[in-house]
């Protein structure tokens, strides 16, 4: 899976290409999210909202990636859809997840900022 | 009327409506057991029950309880690299949509289905929470009447799901 990922202020804001967090895609999720650990600052925020299917095996890949940062970075997610937010809220994840009803937006001049990882 | 469908690289998925009459649904799709084939399975049932309108929480929920099944049909009784087949059959019985999953894999482990426990029930640990272990949670929280058998060398796994309209104009 591919993701996007710039810096807002001291925060890195990461989104995925795709639309299907699946166990097709959860590996290769949980790599990209592993290569961008080195260079991670204390705060990611991963914005969901291009997510409309996510099963269990992206939900592993999700808190899979928050063990990977810990305890040097913290994991928190953002603009869930409906379908994915009621897997967060079933396996009560909701509770597990720092959870923002939106995602920062990237900023229009960093554009260069906006990379693929 | 069987069509095929079919993606560069990738095996077909025989889709049949079985229908026969108006109000009646019966959907057959029938796939390789192979990378990818379970979103493309799960694209044709979705496709096939769009007619029906389900409201979409409902359609969202079966897609999340099927890809859990047949995922676990991919890892566990195929274990990924088995070829094989997977049938699965939808029907429409009253206010429920019934399923039935059939595969050639390894049986269940002692012919039971998994309980499904949510894997932090007694609460989280200090190695903070499991990675796996929610796909039959979440099967048993979303579906109903879950029975599994093994015969003539086969598994089978039936279970219902609500049929929630979608609301008129909504």
Same mark, same amino acid.
């Given at each position: 899976m591919n993701l996007h990922a710039f810096l807002d202020g001291d925060v890195m804001i990461v989104i995925p290409t795709e639309r299907r967090l699946d166990a097709a895609a959860s590996v290769a999720f949980k790599d990209a999210m592993?290569?961008?650990?080195?260079?991670?600052?204390?705060?990611v925020i991963l914005d969901m909202s291009p997510i409309d299917f996510m099963d269990s095996s992206g939900l592993g890949a999700v808190?899979?990636?928050?063990?990977? +940062?810990?305890?040097?970075?913290?994991?928190e997610i953002a603009a869930l859809t409906p379908a994915v937010e009621k897997v967060f809220r079933l396996t009560q994840m909701d509770r597990v997840f720092v959870i923002h009803a939106e995602a920062p937006t990237a900023p229009q001049e960093s554009a260069d900022a906006l990379r693929a990882v | 009327m069987p069509f095929a469908l079919s993606e560069p690289g990738a095996?077909?998925?025989?889709v049949e409506d079985l229908s026969r009459q108006p109000g009646q649904f019966e959907l057959r799709v029938l796939y390789p057991n192979q990378d990818f084939a379970v979103r493309r399975a799960l694209a044709s049932v979705m496709e096939g029950l769009?007619?029906?309108?389900?409201?979409?929480a409902a359609a969202?929920?079966?897609?999340?309880?099927?890809?859990?099944v047949l995922n676990n049909v991919a890892e566990h009784a195929?274990?990924?690299n088995a070829t094989g087949l997977v049938e699965l059959t939808v029907r429409r019985i009253g206010s429920h949509l019934r399923f039935d999953v059939i595969d050639e894999g390894h049986p269940m482990p002692g012919y039971c289905l998994p309980e499904g426990c949510c894997p932090h029930h007694d609460g989280i640990d200090v190695q903070g929470p499991a990675e796996g272990g929610?796909?039959?949670?979440?099967?048993?929280?979303?579906?109903?009447?879950i029975e599994y058998a093994r015969r003539g060398g086969c598994?089978?796994?039936? +279970?219902?799901?609500?049929?929630?309209r979608r609301l008129r104009g909504s």
């Open positions: 592993s290569r961008l650990s080195a260079e991670a600052p204390h705060r808190i899979g990636a928050m063990k990977i +940062f810990a305890p040097d970075t913290r994991l | 095996g077909p998925v025989l769009a007619g029906l309108g389900l409201s979409e969202g929920s079966v897609e999340l309880v099927l890809a859990e195929y274990g990924n929610y796909g039959w949670f979440l099967i048993r929280t979303l579906a109903d009447r598994n089978r796994l039936r +279970f219902e799901m609500r049929f929630a």
